[in-house]
């Protein structure tokens, strides 16, 4: 792969930039509220229900709702202004959550209830869930993304550390609170938003005419997808993402579910996440180095297939002992795996399809591991714990052999050096009409 010539121009830190770190506090407190709702509603759903196969269920149904929305979604980030879609979607969450709030509050809680609390955060997920990710590379530049995507694994290791068992803990005082926490902190990603200062706004892309903005709006459906014909090694990698991704998603439902249905208390299978929390701490103080020093498809490589081995065991036994130790071995390799693959990718995406071409990825990765939470209780509630967990024990070595013969991944040199095509010349975004609001599709 050609070098581009490395930009000689010193790297300042992130935290000194205003606009990285009010991104970060926005994207923050919905994730950390996110996090605490997620957890608690696996729990709850049991707790009502007294069904593996219904908790798994709910869980599921938000999945695949998030994966119909999320072409049409990809399309509205990038016509909107990323800056409204963060603000809309925040007010959504507080909305859909401050509801569920009430609901248990007043004892009408039912399985309906929580289905539709689903659907509706699925929906919300989907049509908005790219607009951070995509703001992302207006606020910092293209050669900072991974630097940027490795610190936001820290930022996730901290939500992980603290989510769950502080989840366990508002569930012990009542199962309204993890709902009250989520809208909450969808609240503070809209007013956090309001800082950034960076213009969020998408490249625009010539206008359709009444008579074609039907043809056209499909079109940009399909958009996304194009990186994947144009970019190869894009393509490649998603097999072995899907399978990784089952594999985990198979994983941590059914311990979850399991030790729930030993009894153990919810603080303490809240402690999943928190040791994954504290292996990403970990790792993410080695991995700017990792990421700057080491060539980028040797670390992917590498961590790509220690992951899939560490997994493995918890095919096998499930015990909460052996699930910490193994995520928190998990969690200290994902921040330099994340920062590295991650920033290659969302560097070569160009800004103009950020919002699309991210939609189309987490589309792809996500449809598959979207059943996991549904087949894993529906395995539970007729194999047994068995047989259901024995059944994940083939996608990790599959997801490692596809990365090992995966050539020309194994060939990206580091960031520096990477041949990034719009690094050198950023799209510049036309002046648009004062006249127009700020939710104005581009035009």
């Known amino acids: ?45 049991y707790a009502v229900t007294g069904s593996y196969a219904q908790a798994g269920a709910v869980s599921t149904v938000s999945t695949i709702v998030s994966a119909v929305a999320m072409l049409p979604g990809g399309v509205l980030v990038d016509r909107w202004d990323r800056r409204v879609s963060l603000t809309v979607s925040g007010l959504a969450r507080a909305l859909v959550y401050g509801a569920a709030t009430l609901t248990w509050w007043t004892g009408a809680m039912t399985i309906g209830v929580l289905y539709a609390v689903g659907v509706a955060s699925g929906l919300i997920a989907g049509l908005f869930s790219t607009a951070s990710d995509a703001a992302l590379k207006s606020v910092v530049p293209t050669r900072d993304l991974p630097r940027a995507i490795a610190a936001n694994q820290g930022r996730d290791a901290a939500v992980s550390l603290s989510a769950s068992p502080v989840s366990g803990v508002l569930m012990g005082l009542s199962y309204a609170l993890p709902f009250a926490a989520a809208a909450l902190g969808s609240l503070l990603q809209v007013i956090g938003t309001r800082f950034i200062r960076a213009d969020l706004r998408p490249a625009r892309e010539p206008a359709a005419t009444s008579a074609h903005a039907r043809r056209a709006f499909l079109r940009e459906l399909g958009a996304g997808f194009s ?43 809240g402690l999943l996440d928190t040791a994954i929390g504290a292996g990403m701490l970990a790792g993410s103080v080695f991995a700017p180095r990792l990421i700057r020093r080491v060539p980028t498809g040797r670390l992917c490589v590498t961590l790509f297939v220690g992951c899939a081995a560490v997994l493995m065991p918890l095919s096998f036994v499930q015990d909460l002992p052996l699930a910490l130790i193994v995520l928190a071995l998990l969690g200290i390799m994902m921040p330099a795996l994340n920062g590295a693959m991650g920033g290659y990718f969302q560097a070569l995406i160009p800004n103009r399809l950020q919002g699309r071409a991210l939609s189309a990825m987490q589309l792809i990765q996500q449809t598959l591991p979207a059943l996991m939470p549904a087949a894993v209780g529906l395995g539970l509630q007729y194999l047994g714990a068995g047989p259901t967990m024995l059944a994940t024990a083939i996608l990790f070595p599959a997801a490692a052999v596809l990365v090992l013969t995966h050539r020309e991944l194994r060939a990206l040199p580091t960031p520096d050096r990477w041949s990034i095509g719009d690094q050198q010349a950023p799209e510049p975004l036309p002046d648009r009409d004062p006249a127009a609001g700020a939710g104005t599709v581009g035009a």
């Open 1 to 45: 792969m050609p070098a581009s010539t490395p930009d000689p121009a010193p790297q300042r830190s992130l935290w000194r930039d205003r606009d990285y770190v009010a991104w970060l506090a926005a994207d923050t407190s919905w994730q950390f509220g996110a996090s605490i709702r997620a957890f608690a509603t696996l729990l709850i759903t």
């Open 227 to 269: 990186v994947y014909r144009d970019i190869p090694v894009l393509a490649r990698m998603l097999p072995a993402l899907i399978l990784v991704n089952c594999g985990v998603n198979a994983l941590f439902v059914g311990v979850q579910l399991i030790l729930q249905g030993q009894g153990v208390e919810p603080w303490r299978i």
